[in-house]
């Protein structure tokens, strides 16, 4: 009983923000032009920083796991392929097969897994979390633009296409973590200034982002085919991170990474799915049942992963 009381602490806690932020926006506190202004400055502003500042500051070969980094990335790859090959078989319309396969393999880890890692390992999970995000967030990236493409291989859509693989190159995202893998790598020091500075600045990313996805949670975005939503959260929330905890724990990794992974392949499906489907033809409606369900979900399927990982012999 304690055990579980422990870990509702650390699950109940982020949800709890979320409902604030739809609390909020129900009671008119904020609007869907303050969300989107938060959300650009999560995105492009604070989790940036967020990430710099962790990876920047952490000793890079104590924290990085090798097979951890590349292990979860497999995961992501055979989930991202197996998912979208189902959805072929099944026959599903061009414009939902690849949103399908994107919704079962990219999740929120920047909003929502990093939250959860820092309620559940503190900053020492939070920072090999970062670490991780940092070499994970181009694949699925380019995965989810490969998915969105296939479907789509005629005429306009290569334009798209290159527009999204600059939006690899130049992700923030990316941008920052490489940057603070360089600097850690090379040992730099952090200018205490500089120091204080990004720890008073970062401490508004994760508030932020759990208001901005609660402010933008609406069951009206339930909308299409609802089992194939339904689907697609299932290998999202069970499939992927079972399949992620396998690879690692018959790999050797135990403990600390061990947790990391199966926490960060059970992330709810992005937000930004919903938006990549509008911009690349895909099945909008679709995308945006799949990021809702999921993320309602995942306050039940981490609770339950947590247990799992802190009641087996792991």
Known sequence: MQLFVEIL???????????L???????????APFLQQTNRLVYYVCLPLLLFHEIARADFFANFNGRLVALSILAVGVTCA??????RIRHYPAAAQGVFAQGAFRGNIAY????IVFNASGQLGLTRASILMGFLVPFLNLFAIL??????????EKQSGAFWLRQVLLNPLILASLAGIAWS???LPLPLILERSLKIATGMTLPLALLAIGGAFSLERLRGDLLAALLAAGAKLIWMPLFAGVLLYAAGV???DLELG???????AATANYIMAQQMQGDAELAGSIVMISTALSAVTYTVALYLLRTLPL
């Open 262 to 268: 199966v926490l960060i392949a059970g992330t709810p």
């Open 147 to 156: 998915v969105l493409l296939l479907p789509h291989r005629q005429g306009e």
């Open 21 to 31: 932020g739809t609390g909020l926006r129900r009671l008119g506190l904020i609007d």
């Open 9 to 19: 602490t650390i699950v109940l806690p982020v949800f709890l923000v979320m409902a």
């Open 112 to 115: 929502v897994g990093l939250a």
């Open 254 to 256: 135990r403990g600390l």
């Open 82 to 87: 197996v998912s979208y090959l189902y959805a």
């Open 185 to 187: 790598f090379l040992e």
